[in-house]
């Protein structure tokens, strides 16, 4: 039972590492207009976030089956205790900005970084430059 929690206790911590990563890069991001640095201040809730659980296996043993009976957010016995007056607001006429790939032609061939673009009708490549006065040495 010991090595079980273990195991999962190292799989949970690397998840709740990850979990507290994306919400420190989420929440810099806010930052970085002007604007949001002056009204973006330090969360202390952030800080009460810890990698490790504190869940132990008397815990898990003490747990109730009805425990795992997720009820989704967007039910609507949970709709119900989140009613406030902002979900009830309708959002006007919207227009349509496009944006299906079916709509969208193709962007031009453009050419590949390490060419520069020809002008005339030269071709370029082989045979032009090279050693010396310009003329081809094949070795």
């Not at 006007?92 to 962007?107: F, T």
Request: include cysteine; glycine fraction near 12%; charge should be positive.
């Amino acid at each position: 039972m010991a090595m079980l929690y273990s195991i999962f206790t190292n799989i949970c911590c690397g998840r709740r590492r990850m979990l507290i990563k994306r919400l420190d890069v989420t929440v810099q991001s806010f930052g970085w207009s002007d604007r949001a640095k002056a009204r973006l201040p330090s969360s202390p809730e952030r800080h009460t976030l810890r990698p490790k659980s504190t869940v132990d296996v008397a815990d898990l043993l003490a747990a109730r089956e009805d425990l795992c009976n997720v009820v989704k957010t967007s039910s609507g016995s949970s709709r119900k205790k989140t009613a406030c007056a902002v979900n009830k607001v309708l959002m006007g006429r919207v227009p349509d900005r496009g944006g299906r790939p079916s709509e969208i032609s193709p962007p031009p061939p453009e050419m590949p970084p390490w060419q520069k673009r020809q002008d005339g009708g030269r071709g370029g490549g082989w045979g032009q430059g090279g050693r010396g006065r310009g003329e081809r040495n094949d070795l």
